[in-house]
């Protein structure tokens, strides 16, 4: 029986590849899970009981490493902003979705509405933020149903669902159920649920997540904190002492132990006179050096599972801006690496059951169907591409205009949509109505200027090649000097400039610096032969 039959524009889709209830909430079994009580294994938290829960993990039994990475997550302030600095950064990248290769007109038609239905969820975020749960913990499940709307179905996100609702199967490590009372689990229900597995490393479920990396530092800086808490009560206030005279009776014994506590508290005291109080810095023999070095070293481990690096996390004594920036580059590597993890998981469980309820191109084919591609590709720096581009142009590269904007990322007009351009000013005596049809003059600047200049001086040289008359020749070679003492000074100017005002104005200033006799005097050479030479062709008839 196909998925769906058509008549006319309208689907016919059958409901039990469409759920419309929840599994969660229609299994009376699971409704137990909702009135759980949360664990926290981390009190009390030593290496012998957290090898034994990362073993019962192993063992398919998650509930008590699922509680563990929640612990964690809550007491530890440093691993809690890490995991949302990472989690943070997939939420804010673009994304599309894209038609399979050699599309059809359909094919494009039901990309573009499946990336409209997605843009247009309210629950986009929470699903992006509930499935990066799944770095700590590995596993994200995310809860769904769908809905009729016009002529399609489409989903409603529930929402995230804890990993201790879960168990593995049985007799399939790699396979996840829905805990109940039978001890096997459910099988959960197709095109129900949005599964993500997210690999810190390869492995099983139960073994693919930061929890197990991050576990043992969390349980040695908890140990090193107790001990450095400890410190500071005995040695960190300093030592009160009590001196009674002797034949002091009992009770004044008892009321100068009485003082001796509580002036500690209340900063202020009696004591029986002839007797004293005296303070005592606190031992310098030790220090809480030692526990926060452990400490340290437990963070930077903590910061290099989670994000790869230390320098945006914490700044010390070798800690600089650059390394920082190189360190930040490595942290898009793994936001990179993130994000095409969600995006199998989204194509799989989201992208291709809506294509196969509602895509009208369907026929069946996994390998045609759309795809949800997120856009990790950055722009390229305009600065630089400014500057290098007209002057690769200029040197006669052919650049398509294509790859410009794919570099800079910028998107290409679409049809008559209006572009930006630099708007020329017209000519004071210019009439009004040839100032309105005026066209937009080409970007004009430095780099324009400068290749004008090289283009004057290469037609002056291709020039001095052409057989011209000799009077012409010798211009030229008279002329050639001053000439290029006026081109050199130009050039100076332009590569000297930071803005076109700024160039315009050394141009200006330019005009009183250069000598004109030099030219003038060819000049005048020039036009005296020329004189002379046409005198002697009218005398001879010509």
């Not at 650049?399 to 049809?415: C, V, W």
Request: charge should be negative.
């Amino acid at each position: 029986m196909p998925l769906y039959e058509t008549n006319g524009t309208r689907f016919k889709v059958r409901d039990k590849f469409a759920p419309s209830q929840s599994q969660t909430e229609r299994s009376p079994a699971t409704m137990v899970l909702k009135r759980e009580r949360p664990e926290h294994p981390s009190s009390g938290l030593t290496p012998q009981k957290l090898h034994a829960i990362l073993t019962e993990a192993e063992h398919g039994n998650l509930i008590q490493q699922a509680y563990l990475a929640e612990d964690i997550e809550e007491k530890d302030g440093h691993i809690q902003a890490e995991l949302f600095k990472r989690r943070m950064a997939v939420s804010s990248v673009p994304w599309m979705v894209e038609p399979p290769t050699n599309a059809s007109a359909q094919e494009r038609k039901d990309a573009e509405e499946i990336e409209q239905i997605l843009k247009d969820m309210d629950e986009w975020h929470s699903l992006l933020f509930g499935m990066t749960d799944a770095v700590l913990k590995g596993i994200s499940n995310t809860e769904m149903v769908w809905q009729p709307y016009h002529n399609w179905r489409i989903p409603s996100i529930l929402g995230h669902r804890p990993l201790t609702w879960f168990q593995l199967h049985q007799e399939d490590q790699n396979q996840i159920v829905l805990r109940d009372n039978s001890g096997h689990g459910q099988l959960l229900q197709p095109f129900g649920w949005i599964q993500h597995r997210h690999q810190a490393k390869s492995g099983y479920p139960a073994r693919i997540g930061l929890v197990r990396q991050l576990a043992w530092p969390f349980v040695f800086k908890n140990y090193s904190l107790r001990d450095l808490a400890e410190f500071l009560e005995i040695y960190g206030i300093p030592i009160r002492v009590g001196r009674y005279p002797s034949g002091a009776t009992d009770q004044e014994k008892r009321a100068l132990l009485r003082a001796v506590v509580e002036v500690g508290h209340n900063a202020g005291g009696i004591i029986p006179k002839g007797m004293e109080l005296e303070f005592h810095d606190a031992a310098k023999g030790g220090g809480g050096d030692p526990f926060m070095t452990m400490m340290t070293w437990c963070e930077r481990v903590q910061s290099k599972a989670i994000v790869g690096q230390t320098l945006t996390a914490q700044v010390d004594s070798t800690g600089s801006q650059a390394l920082g920036n190189v360190h930040n580059e490595v942290r898009q590597d793994i936001r990179d690496h993130d994000l095409s993890q969600i995006a199998s998981t989204l194509n799989r469980d989201l992208i291709w059951p809506l294509f196969m309820l509602n895509g009208k191109s369907y026929k069946g084919d996994t390998r045609r169907k759309p795809r949800l591609v997120f856009d990790i590709q950055e722009p390229e720096d305009l600065t630089t591409y400014a500057t290098a581009l007209p002057a690769l142009v200029g040197m006669g590269m052919q650049i398509p205009l294509s790859y410009a904007h794919e570099k800079l990322r910028i998107p290409q007009p679409d049809g008559n949509e209006p572009i930006l351009s630099l708007a020329s000013k017209p000519a004071p005596d210019q009439p009004e109505q040839e100032q309105s049809s005026t066209k937009p003059l080409p970007p004009q600047g430095k780099d324009a200027l400068r290749l004008m200049l090289a283009a004057l001086k290469a037609n002056q040289a291709n020039n001095a090649d052409q057989q011209l008359d000799n009077l012409t020749t010798q211009l030229r070679q008279q002329a050639a000097q001053p000439m290029e003492a006026w081109l050199k000074g130009a050039q100076q100017k332009v590569d000297q400039a930071d803005s076109l005002e700024q160039l315009l104005q050394s141009l200006l200033d330019l005009e009183g610096e250069l000598s004109e006799t030099e030219l003038a005097e060819a000049m005048q050479l020039a036009l005296a032969s020329a004189d002379l030479a046409g005198r002697y062709d009218v005398k001879r008839g010509q």
